[in-house]
């Protein structure tokens, strides 16, 4: 029964949720539905695909979201040359007092709130990098296991795949992404 907010947490959540949404209505106008569903995602734990044209405002959105919410943030801008590594981070040879040992050196993805901004303009390979951080908050790199931050939330966009340079999300991708729902000129799944 601890689980049950008393009257007053869950007046004070209703606040802070309904002060997210005016300040990302600040940020995309005309997108009362969009944000709706990326509030309820955060809240909830999932992670949202965004997509639309270039323009549309989705990363101004997702920047927003950052700023209000005070998460740590970081940004992959997906590119056909990104690698998995440029992802999840690699081992580095490091020398000290004269031994050699590998370290990790950690990705972009060790984060609270990543920002995979056009997903889809990288390889299957390189989009694959997410799916065991979306699944299960963690990566493994050259076998060893690396717990991501919590909470751990991907904010990804895509381009429609009918644009030149664009490479369709594997189904197992999509899987980690709640369900989808359109907005005006922007469908997005939270």
Known sequence: MDDILSTEEAAWASEKLA???RELNT??????QLIDHLITALVAGGHVLLEGLPGLGKTELVKGLAKAVHLDVKRIQFTP???PSDVTGSPMLEEHQGTRRFVFQRGPVFTHLLLADEINR???KTQSALLEAMQEHRVTVMGETHALPQPFFVLATQNPIELEGTYPLPEAQLDRFF????SSG???RC
């Open 81 to 83: 040359d990104l690698l």
């Open 19 to 21: 002060a997210l949404q």
């Open 186 to 188: 922007a469908a997005a």
């Open 179 to 182: 369900s989808s729902s359109m």
């Open 122 to 124: 990288a390889s299957p």
């Open 27 to 32: 940020v995309v106008f005309g997108q009362a």
